[in-house]
């Protein structure tokens, strides 16, 4: 039922903050362990980015896989190994650029269960830039901009670029 209420909501509120607050929705079912799916893997992959986006992490997914070791360091959303089981104080506002470009801003703390790590990692705040296009009548993420660790296309062609392969198995 609720994933019926969330496909209408999709469909009548077409719009990106609408797509951004399902995103940040999932984010924090995910970090909350409800048994929820990681909104960078699955059907919510495929539904929220853009086909691009999503073969250029599937291309570092796969690397990982080859090497036999993590490429990504944490959650992306996040930007964090470690973080705390809910994020609070979330914001999610925007604007469209055009008719088919907008940005969208996300905030919200990820720190703020870790005290001994200080006041200013703790409350410390996060803020994501949301780059969407308008695709075929779809809202999509093309990008996101990462208050941690900038672009995360362009974090994702540079482990390409710099991760060394693995080479073949020989004979």
Known sequence: MVELILAITLLVGDSPVTLVKELMRQEIEYLGQTGRGDPLAGEALNRLFTDDLREAFQDVIDLQVALGEPLIDGDPITGRQEYCPT???????????????AGVTATFQSQWCFPEAGPEIAGEVTEIVFHLVKRNGEWRVADFDHSLYGSFREHLQYLMATVQTPAPAGP
Not at 90 to 101: K, N, R, S
Request: aromatic fraction near 6%; avoid cysteine.
């Open 87 to 101: 994020l609070q104080g979330v914001t999610v506002d925007g604007d469209f650029e055009t008719q088919t470009t």
